[in-house]
Structure formats: C-alpha cells, structure tokens
C-alpha cells in the first residue's frame, strides 16, 4: 500500500522543553536542523597561494553542507530546504557570482579547478532535488501543494531560473528541460511572473542604450536640453564601455540559455514585441560598439581583444534568441501539426519578417546564420495559398539587406589599430575554448563549432594574417591547431608572446604546404557522361578527330548535304520497329480477296476513331443506378438463360419451339414468383367500366405504365435512327 504524501504525513517527537512525545506535521519548522551554510564568494582574480587557499576553505564548508543536504531523508531535506534561510542565501549566492563560461578568468591549478566542478555539480543536484515533487512510492508530495511550496517559500523565481540556465545548461540541457517544465506545470503562476519579468528584460536594452548615448526608433519621448549632448561609444570612459559589453553579453547569453531550455516562453516575450525590441537594440548599439572598439585606442590591446570577444558572442546569441522566437511561435507549431489551421501562423511569420526589413543589419545577419529562403520554401510546401508575390518581395529585401550590409575586409591592419572584422560565425564558438578562460567539463553544447576545414580554416588563417602579415600560413595553422582554433587567442598570445615553447622554436615565415586530395571529387562523380569515348577524366587518350567546332576542315556544304549516312543508319534503326507488312501485285494481276473478305462488314458502323470506340469491344451497358425496375428484372431473366444455355449440352441440332417457350415462361414465372410480383396485371390496367370508379391498384398499375412506357416497345424511334445517321448507315 502507498504510504501517504509528506504534506498529509505526521511524526511523533520529544519536546525538548518538556521531554513529552508530541505530533506535529512531516514539514514544521521545529524539525529543522540547526546548521549555517555560509555564501559562496567568486574565484579570486590571482593565483596567490593565501587568496587560493582562503576560496578553497570556504568551498570545502559549503561543499560539505551540501552534502549533508543531499544525504538527508526525503521529508528532513524539505524541512531543511523550506525554512532555512542560511541555505537558500548560500544557493542563491552561488547562482549570482559563480563564473560564467564566456567569463574571463586566469586558470586554476588543478586541485582548485577540480574542487570548484565538484561544488558545480553539487549545488546543481541540490537545485534538481528540489524540483523533483516524486522521488519513490513513498516519498513524494502532493504536486498542487508541491508548487505551493515552490511559490510560497521562493524556492524558484525566474532570474533563479534564468541562472541555473545559464550556468549548468551546457551538458544537462535534457534534465533542465524536464526540471524547469516540472516547475511551470506544477505551478502556473510563473508563468504570470514570466509576464511580468520581460518589461524588466527590455529595460535592460533600454539602460545600455542610454549608457551608449543612442535613442530606440519608436521612443517619442523628446530629448531634454541638457541632455542633447550624449556620450557615444567613442568618447564613453573605457570602464563604462567594458561594463556596457558585459552586461550585453550577460544579458543576452542568460535570456539565449533559458529559451533553449524552455523555448514555451517565447509565446510569453512575443506577447511584449520581444523580438522588434531586439531588432531594434542590435541594428543601433551594437553596430555602435563595434565600431568604437574598432577606432577606439586602448593601452592594453587584451582588453580590446577580450571586448571584441564578448561583441561578437552577443551577436550571435542575440540572433539565436530572434531564431528561437521565431521558430516557438510560428515554425513548429506548423512542423508538428499542433493545429489543424495552419494559415495563421503563415501570416505571423510574414508579418514579423516584413517588420524585419527596415532593420538592415540585423536581417543581413539572421539570414548568413538561419537563411530565411529556407523558412520560406518550407511555408510554400506547408501552404499552398501563400501569396507568391509578397513572398518574392520578403525575399528580395532580404538578399538586398544582405548586398548592402557586405563590407570589404581590410588586408593590411597595423596590430596596434584595430582587432581582426570578425564575421559573426566562428565569433562565440571558438572563443569559448580560449586558454585565459576556464573550459568546461561537460560536452560542447549549443555554441560549440565542429572541427574547421576548407573554406572556414582559410577564414581562420586570414583573421590571424590580417592583423599580423608578417606571419606565413604554416606557422599560424600551427598555431591554430595549438590553441584550439581560436584566432583571439592565438592573436592574443603572439601580441604577448606567450606561445608554448615547440611553437617559437617555429620559424614565423614558414609557408602553407598544400595538401594533396587522396581521392578528389572528380573521381567520385557519376553521371551519363561518365566512361565515354570522350571522357577525359577516365582515359588519357581521346580521339580528337572526332572532335570539332562548326564545319569540318576540307569539307564544303554540298558533301555535308550529300552525306546520307546518319539517315541511313536511322533508317535501319527504326525499320527493327516495322509492325505492318505491305502485299505487293504481282505483274498487275487483280486480286480479289479483298472484296471477298471485306464485303460482310459495317463500314464506318463501329470504326476504332469513332466516338463509340468501346461498343466494338464491350457491349453498351446501363449503369446499374440509373436502370428501371423492369430492365432490372429482364436483365436478370436473361442472364438466367444465358447461365442455363451455357451449362445445359444440346443433345439435338433443333429443339422444339414450344417446348422453349414453356421452359422460359417457367422461369419468368419463378422469378415473379420469388420476387413478389404479380406479373400478369393486364386486367389491373384494364379496370372496371368507365364512370363507376377504379381500384387502388389499377391506379398505380396505370402510373406504373406511364412512367415507364419509354423503356420498351418503339418509343426510342428517333434516338436509333440519330445513331444510324451519324454513324453514315443512312444517308441524309
């Protein structure tokens, strides 16, 4: 048998000022163990040995208390987790200054990084147990009092969300996924709050604008005179413009995690004009701030390098948030057939694309990372009644945003002017793996990039070359391959001159050495042309008599036209096709076995190009739908007959005509009989003497008679001698 729920449970303890047994409820505050966990403070920014040692300790006693908390009974780890306050400062401690993975840092030692994963994975454990309302049969709460809890005691919120998002949703995306869906459907006043958070998630974008001197396009409200002098990204104090890059990049990568993990709120940002917002946000500050790092002059060119990073993660996740809003509201609902109207959703996308299209960066952009070509071709085989025209022109201002956006790269930039133009694919996704930031135990996750090759290695190897020319191709492929092909940090270390020492023994001019492609794509083609007499690619040797352009040499046109032998050779090839023999007279002798054999048939009566074509073939037949009651039963007789004739074997040459029609009046008469139908009713027609009335039935055998009188005897005259005229049997 279950037991009960922890909220409908009771315990029976001790009173330790009376010393008597009471009961109380599974969850009092009086079973709380006295126990303080202290807060979790940031890794120190040096690798002294005392600041080392002081996080160290202070790691060691939370990891323990954490560990005390998870080996806790299932009703004393609620006790402990709903009415102490020690531990939910120290958790949410943690989730506030705990290093983010685009965060810059210097490397541990091993001991001190190790120590750190495993307080990572602790207070993570601890955040899933929490949201787990069912652990077995017997310990388990109530889920409506489970979100109770939840909501009441401000176990969750939504930044504590957004956090544990952005700090364990590498790697653990599947357990978030369910953990914070357990959360939502438990309790649905978050998603209120979730409401209620994205004014406060747009005033973000709003603050750094203002920070940066610039103005959204749909702000009415009137500069103040003595604010018509702003500050722009290039002029701003380098501390203020280090903050800003932060908190854009702190910002977006949070907002980017919790919508990948629970991409059902994209319904709720939408609701605010979330993604006009962004749009917004990113075609005005962040073209802004590039540009400011670009000419601004900095005394340490790792600070630029490291805002520069940072940019161009934002960028990318900024776009990634846009796609996933897109793709939650109009794009699966459609792929996975959630609704049986299709079409709204059709128009939402269009609309929003057509708001899109002032914003000429941003769609420049979105389209190099998501192409929206795509999303349209699958939209014109979702919706066949998609205007045509006004998907043409989204189109056409898409590729014209993308023309006008496209910029000439510099080749020659002096290394203490301006970092590398970075394009905003391999921005975020090689710069997280940098060796002056902390690497992740888990698996690369949504922003991790597959291993470079072709086209994307040479995009590498001239961002390096660019700001440093000086430098051959092989030493920075080298280079690359040292530092996991990330070009910040391979600029970064060369302008420092800290490489790993097997790579300054490297000679810095050494070229690229071309590689030969054991089995090019020539070799593996196949098509209709492929093993010919001509195909180059399979033979060294080709017959180039035969080959020419326009006339032949030593040929005029009067031998072309006389060469009659590609006819002659078409000629034969078509005669193997002959399915018709000609009979040729001899010495002109009349034969007259065509008259003879000819002479018995209609001509042009049943001609296979006439329009009756299959009356020579299959007897016309009523459909059965449209046949009377009477060609119902004539049909049956005959049939019947037919079946008797085929199966009875004559033993005489001539039978007896009366004998015949006795043996077919038989049978009418059975047939009548088992149908129930009187069939001699000529009296019944006939009636009594006219002027003393008539009889129901002589009533409905005259209307029977009526309406079917044109189905037999000479009432089909005209129709027949039609039929004989055209078909030239009569001449008119």
């Not at 060119?301 to 990634?320: A, I, M």
């Given at each position: 048998?279950?037991?009960?729920?922890?909220?409908?449970?009771?315990?029976?303890?001790?009173?330790?000022?009376?010393?008597?047994?009471?009961?109380?409820?599974?969850?009092?505050?009086?079973?709380?163990?006295?126990?303080?966990?202290?807060?979790?403070?940031?890794?120190?920014?040096?690798?002294?040995?005392?600041?080392?040692?002081?996080?160290?300790?202070?790691?060691?006693?939370?990891?323990?208390?954490?560990?005390?908390?998870?080996?806790?009974?299932?009703?004393?780890?609620?006790?402990?987790?709903?009415?102490?306050?020690?531990?939910?400062?120290?958790?949410?401690?943690?989730?506030?200054?705990?290093?983010?993975?685009?965060?810059?840092?210097?490397?541990?030692?091993?001991?001190?990084?190790?120590?750190?994963?495993?307080?990572?994975?602790?207070?993570?454990?601890?955040?899933?147990?929490?949201?787990?309302?069912?652990?077995?049969k017997d310990h388990h709460i109530t889920p409506s009092l489970f979100g109770e809890i939840l909501y009441n005691n401000f176990l969750f919120d939504i930044p504590k969300l957004?956090?544990?998002?952005?700090?364990?949703?590498?790697?653990?995306?599947?357990?978030?996924?369910?953990?914070?869906?357990?959360?939502?459907?438990?309790?649905?006043?978050?998603?209120?709050?979730?409401?209620?958070?994205?004014?406060?998630?747009?005033?973000?974008?709003?603050?750094?604008?203002?920070?940066?001197?610039?103005?959204?396009?749909?702000?009415?409200?009137?500069?103040?005179?003595?604010?018509?002098?702003?500050?722009?990204?290039?002029?701003?104090?380098?501390?203020?413009?280090?903050?800003?890059?932060?908190?854009?990049?702190?910002?977006?990568?949070?907002?980017?995690?919790?919508?990948?993990?629970?991409?059902?709120?994209?319904?709720?940002?939408?609701?605010?004009?979330?993604?006009?917002?962004?749009?917004?946000?990113?075609?005005?500050?962040?073209?802004?701030?590039?540009?400011?790092?670009?000419?601004?002059?900095?005394?340490?060119?790792?600070?630029?390098?490291?805002?520069?990073?940072?940019?161009?993660?934002?960028?990318?996740?900024?776009?990634?948030?846009?796609?996933?809003?897109?793709?939650?509201?109009?794009?699966?609902?459609?792929?996975?057939?959630?609704?049986?109207?299709?079409?709204?959703?059709?128009?939402?996308?269009?609309?929003?694309?057509?708001?899109?299209?002032?914003?000429?960066?941003?769609?420049?952009?979105?389209?190099?990372?998501?192409?929206?070509?795509?999303?349209?071709?699958?939209?014109?085989?979702?919706?066949?009644?998609?205007?045509?025209?006004?998907?043409?022109?989204?189109?056409?201002?898409?590729?014209?945003?993308?023309?006008?956006?496209?910029?000439?790269?510099?080749?020659?930039?002096?290394?203490?002017?301006?970092?590398?133009?970075?394009?905003?694919?391999?921005?975020?996704?090689?710069?997280?793996?940098?060796?002056?930031?902390?690497?992740?135990?888990?698996?690369?996750?949504?922003?991790?990039?597959?291993?470079?090759?072709?086209?994307?290695?040479?995009?590498?190897?001239?961002?390096?070359?660019?700001?440093?020319?000086?430098?051959?191709?092989?030493?920075?492929?080298?280079?690359?391959?040292?530092?996991?092909?990330?070009?910040?940090?391979?600029?970064?270390?060369?302008?420092?001159?800290?490489?790993?020492?097997?790579?300054?023994?490297?000679?810095?001019?050494?070229?690229?050495?071309?590689?030969?492609?054991?089995?090019?794509?020539?070799?593996?083609?196949?098509?209709?042309?492929?093993?010919?007499?001509?195909?180059?690619?399979?033979?060294?040797?080709?017959?180039?008599?035969?080959?020419?352009?326009?006339?032949?040499?030593?040929?005029?046109?009067?031998?072309?036209?006389?060469?009659?032998?590609?006819?002659?050779a078409q000629k034969e090839r078509y005669s193997n096709y002959s399915m018709v023999s000609e009979e040729h007279t001899v010495d002109g002798d009349y034969d007259d076995e065509?008259?003879?054999?000819?002479?018995?048939?209609?001509?042009?009566?049943?001609?296979?190009?006439?329009?009756?074509?299959?009356?020579?073939?299959?007897?016309?037949?009523?459909?059965?739908?449209?046949?009377?009651?009477?060609?119902?039963?004539?049909?049956?007789?005959?049939?019947?007959e037919t079946q008797e004739q085929a199966v009875r074997h004559p033993d005489h040459f001539v039978q007896d005509p009366a004998v015949l029609r006795e043996r077919a009046e038989?049978?009418?008469?059975?047939?009548?009989?088992?149908?129930?139908?009187?069939?001699?009713?000529?009296?019944?027609?006939?009636?009594?003497?006219?002027?003393?009335?008539?009889?129901?039935?002589?009533?409905?055998?005259?209307?029977?008679?009526?309406?079917?009188?044109?189905?037999?005897?000479?009432?089909?005259?005209?129709?027949?001698?039609?039929?004989?005229?055209?078909?030239?049997?009569?001449?008119?």
């Amino acid at each position: 048998m279950p037991s009960l729920p922890l909220d409908e449970r009771q315990v029976t303890q001790r009173d330790p000022g009376t010393g008597k047994l009471r009961t109380l409820p599974a969850l009092h505050p009086s079973r709380v163990a006295a126990r303080h966990f202290i807060v979790y403070t940031p890794p120190p920014e040096s690798c002294s040995p005392a600041s080392l040692e002081e996080f160290l300790e202070r790691v060691d006693f939370i990891l323990k208390d954490l560990k005390w908390l998870l080996a806790l009974p299932h009703d004393l780890f609620w006790c402990q987790v709903t009415y102490d306050e020690s531990l939910q400062k120290c958790l949410d401690s943690f989730l506030s200054c705990a290093p983010r993975r685009y965060d810059r840092h210097i490397p541990f030692p091993p001991a001190v990084q190790r120590v750190h994963e495993e307080l990572y994975r602790h207070v993570f454990l601890a955040f899933l147990r929490m949201a787990t309302h069912k652990e077995s049969k017997d310990h388990h709460i109530t889920p409506s009092l489970f979100g109770e809890i939840l909501y009441n005691n401000f176990l969750f919120d939504i930044p504590k969300l957004l956090d544990i998002c952005v700090l364990f949703g590498k790697g653990n995306s599947a357990i978030l996924q369910k953990m914070i869906g357990n959360i939502f459907q438990q309790q649905p006043s978050y998603y209120q709050d979730l409401d209620d958070s994205v004014p406060t998630l747009l005033q973000v974008f709003s603050s750094v604008m203002q920070v940066c001197g610039l103005q959204q396009k749909d702000c009415k409200e009137p500069l103040k005179l003595e604010e018509q002098k702003l500050t722009t990204p290039l002029d701003m104090p380098e501390q203020e413009l280090r903050d800003a890059v932060i908190y854009i990049c702190d910002t977006s990568s949070t907002i980017w995690a919790f919508l990948e993990i629970f991409p059902m709120a994209s319904n709720t940002l939408q609701k605010h004009n979330f993604l006009s917002s962004l749009s917004s946000f990113y075609e005005l500050c962040c073209t802004e701030l590039e540009s400011a790092i670009i000419k601004r002059k900095f005394q340490d060119k790792s600070v630029q390098l490291d805002l520069w990073r940072r940019l161009c993660h934002s960028r990318k996740k900024l776009l990634e948030i846009s796609h996933i809003l897109i793709s939650s509201t109009c794009l699966q609902p459609i792929l996975e057939h959630r609704t049986a109207n299709i079409q709204p959703y059709v128009e939402e996308f269009l609309q929003i694309l057509t708001n899109l299209l002032p914003e000429r960066r941003f769609l420049c952009d979105y389209d190099e990372l998501f192409p929206v070509a795509d999303d349209m071709h699958l939209l014109q085989q979702v919706s066949p009644s998609l205007d045509e025209t006004r998907s043409r022109y989204l189109l056409n201002g898409v590729q014209s945003a993308s023309a006008e956006a496209q910029r000439p790269r510099p080749h020659s930039v002096p290394p203490s002017q301006t970092p590398p133009d970075r394009s905003i694919e391999g921005a975020p996704s090689g710069s997280e793996q940098s060796s002056g930031y902390p690497e992740e135990p888990a698996c690369a996750g949504a922003t991790a990039a597959p291993f470079p090759s072709g086209v994307e290695l040479d995009s590498l190897v001239s961002q390096v070359k660019d700001l440093l020319p000086d430098l051959g191709e092989g030493f920075i492929l080298r280079c690359l391959e040292e530092y996991g092909h990330n070009p910040e940090g391979v600029i970064n270390h060369l302008l420092e001159e800290n490489l790993s020492p097997h790579l300054q023994e490297l000679d810095r001019s050494m070229p690229r050495q071309e590689q030969v492609n054991p089995c090019p794509l020539v070799a593996s083609r196949s098509n209709v042309f492929a093993d010919d007499e001509f195909d180059v690619f399979s033979r060294d040797v080709v017959d180039t008599s035969k080959i020419w352009k326009g006339r032949r040499k030593h040929e005029s046109a009067a031998q072309i036209l006389s060469d009659k032998s590609s006819i002659l050779a078409q000629k034969e090839r078509y005669s193997n096709y002959s399915m018709v023999s000609e009979e040729h007279t001899v010495d002109g002798d009349y034969d007259d076995e065509y008259d003879d054999t000819y002479d018995g048939n209609q001509v042009g009566a049943n001609d296979a190009d006439s329009d009756d074509e299959l009356i020579s073939r299959r007897p016309f037949t009523i459909p059965r739908v449209l046949r009377s009651k009477e060609q119902e039963e004539e049909e049956e007789i005959e049939e019947e007959e037919t079946q008797e004739q085929a199966v009875r074997h004559p033993d005489h040459f001539v039978q007896d005509p009366a004998v015949l029609r006795e043996r077919a009046e038989a049978r009418r008469a059975s047939y009548f009989a088992r149908k129930g139908i009187r069939h001699d009713n000529s009296t019944t027609v006939a009636g009594t003497t006219r002027g003393q009335g008539q009889s129901r039935e002589t009533v409905q055998e005259r209307r029977k008679k009526e309406s079917n009188k044109g189905a037999r005897a000479n009432h089909n005259r005209r129709f027949m001698s039609d039929r004989k005229r055209n078909k030239g049997m009569i001449p008119s």
